[in-house]
């Protein structure tokens, strides 16, 4: 039997742990709302945000940094807010926009996904089971409202 230090690799607990921290999610979102902001292929989703994306800048941070399994800040600020029904009472949440959500954050996360494919690959495909299901839930709440107004 060896009697040499047995070496312990330390895995990573969460997304937060394994993407490295708030400063690879701050970079992620930074570059979303860049492109959101500059490629023209994002015209439609740009046009449903409010002109100043400061404050979306920095919530989209927290609410990711959470949702990672890193500091709940996102939660403490907003008490009882749900990111689903928040998006159920947007107007234009729809397919193009939601298409181009993707699109946005896709390309927005091409660093991450050179560096941890697989990470990458499972975020993106919770964003975009979300994404569906924010459309369906924003049509239906749109369909209420008219049945509401007839
Ligand atoms: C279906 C695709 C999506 C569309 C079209 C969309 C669109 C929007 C819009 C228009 C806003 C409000 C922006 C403003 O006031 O300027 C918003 C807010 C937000 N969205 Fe989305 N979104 C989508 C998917 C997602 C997903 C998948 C996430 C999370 C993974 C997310 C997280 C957020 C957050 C955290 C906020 C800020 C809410 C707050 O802090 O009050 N969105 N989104």
Known sequence: MSLRPQKTVKRPTTPYERIGRRAPVTHLVQRFYDLMESNPAYAELRSIHSDDL?????????????????????????????????HAAMRGIDEITARQWMDCMTEAAADLAQ????????????????????????????????ATDE
Do not use: H, N, Y
């Open 115 to 146: 560096k941890d494919p697989q990470l990458a690959q499972s975020m993106l495909t919770s964003m975009q089971s979300m994404g569906k299901t924010m459309v369906a839930r924003a049509k239906a709440a749109q369909e209420a409202k008219v």
């Open 54 to 86: 400061t404050e979306m800048r920095e919530s989209l941070t927290d609410f990711l940094v959470a949702w990672m399994g890193g500091p709940r800040d996102w939660f403490d600020k907003k008490p009882g807010a749900c990111i689903m029904s928040a």
